[in-house]
Structures are given as C-alpha cells and as structure tokens.
C-alpha cells in the first residue's frame, strides 16, 4: 500500500503457474484489502512502486513476466513471514 495515494493490490499464487492479480484499488478500498488482508492472517509487505505497477493489471489477469522477479521477492517474504519457507531453503536468485 503507497501512503501517498493508497493503493492496494492482492494477489493468489496456488504455488504453480503464475500469480494473478485479485484485488486492487485506491483510498478507502486499499484500506479495505489491507484490513480484511491482516484480519485474515495474510502477510502484508509495503511496496509503493510495485503496487503501483500491478494495480496496472486487470483483475484476474496474471502478472506480467516484467514483475516476477519483485512479486517473487514478495512471495518469499509472505513465505518466510508466515513460516511457510522451507528450513534451509535457498532464496531464489535476484
């Protein structure tokens, strides 16, 4: 979520295929996605520009192959968060 113009982005990533975009939006409605996002224990990362890059993206559209590797980053971090990472797992490459 970006404090300047609030904006929230939710993604779905089943561990296969490619993560798809399943919310997004701006002032009260990123406020919403943030609020039912912690309220169910999902791990939530601040990061303004890629917010603002896969808010671009159409609701239910997979993200594009220019943002794999900052949603991988992402997805680590939700990963390692909620001790879903695998002990002694290598990070991917960067």
Known sequence: MTAARRTAVALE????GV???????QGAVAATIVETARAAGVAVEENP????ALARVELDEEIPEALYRAVAEVLVFVL?????WPAGARRPPT
């Open 49 to 52: 520009a890629l917010a603002e």
């Open 19 to 25: 993560p798809r975009i399943t919310a997004k939006g």
């Open 80 to 84: 390692r968060a909620t001790g879903h």
């Open 13 to 16: 990533y089943r561990h296969a």
